[in-house]
């Protein structure tokens, strides 16, 4: 089966330029998750979406940032103007209830941006 | 407080011997999930091992076992005989609630260096 997919895996852009970021969750998982890491931060939950609908997006550090997810095997992460204090690794994950009890997020292999 | 804290921030371990990564956790619900990830050089999160507050056994998955003492809110994963594979950052994380597959928190990471 095919793991989270996530595109591009590597992203170098100049300040103030839009930046987008892609994600394909597995498929029949009904959460998705968008997860920023960075050194000085660590791993910090920016936004989920669960069926479609963005739940809570307490983490997304400011306007510049927005997520969509149009339909349930894609979602976009989205930063304009990109500034360089953005440049971190970024991960979507993937879950599900199910019919289990155990919802473990699998986790996409990241993109690295670079903000120059 | 932190909901999820590693006190280690690096560990060392002979190959071939056990090593103990420590957790603990704090949480007012009583039913919660428990995760350990693995994070290599190479970037990705790997799910290693889950488990539930309500469950009575400790989880196993081959070489990985948690040691869960839930009165003392203590998640310790164990590696046994450790490989030079195993150098990697290890992440901690909790889902707090039942129907909550939203939200999990990560601890700050345990880096494990495996000396040959």
């Not at chain 1, 895996?9 to 969750?25: A, D, F, N, S, Y």
């Not at chain 2, 190959?15 to 428990?34: F, I, M, P, R």
Request: hydrophobic content about 30%; some cysteine; overall charge negative.
């Amino acid at each position: 089966d095919a793991g989270v997919i996530q595109s591009p895996r590597h992203e170098v852009t100049e300040m103030g330029q839009e930046v987008t970021l892609r994600c394909k969750p597995i498929s029949g998982h009904d959460y998705l998750f968008w997860y920023r890491q960075t050194m000085m931060r660590g791993l910090e939950l920016l936004i989920y979406f669960n069926n479609n609908v963005p739940i809570d997006d307490s983490g997304m550090p400011e306007d510049r940032f927005s997520a969509k997810m149009p339909n349930a095997s894609f979602s976009t992460l989205k930063i304009q103007p990109s500034e360089p204090r953005d440049s971190a690794v970024y991960f979507c994950a993937s879950s599900s209830l199910g019919t289990g009890y155990t919802d473990t997020q699998y986790f996409g292999p990241g993109t690295r941006l670079t903000v120059l | 407080a932190q909901k999820i804290t590693q006190t280690q921030p690096g560990m060392f371990v002979q190959e071939k011997e056990a090593v103990t990564l420590d957790c603990t956790y704090d949480t007012s619900d009583q039913s919660y999930g428990l995760f350990w990830y693995k994070q290599p050089s190479s970037g990705e999160m790997i799910f290693l091992i889950y488990q539930g507050s309500y469950d009575e056994q400790n989880a196993t998955e081959g070489r990985y076992s948690l040691n869960f003492q839930k009165a003392r809110k203590s998640a310790n994963l164990v590696i046994s005989a450790s490989q030079l594979g195993d150098s990697a950052m290890y992440f901690c994380a909790m889902r707090e609630g039942r129907f909550n597959a939203g939200k999990s928190t990560f601890g700050d990471g345990t880096t494990l260096t495996v000396k040959p």
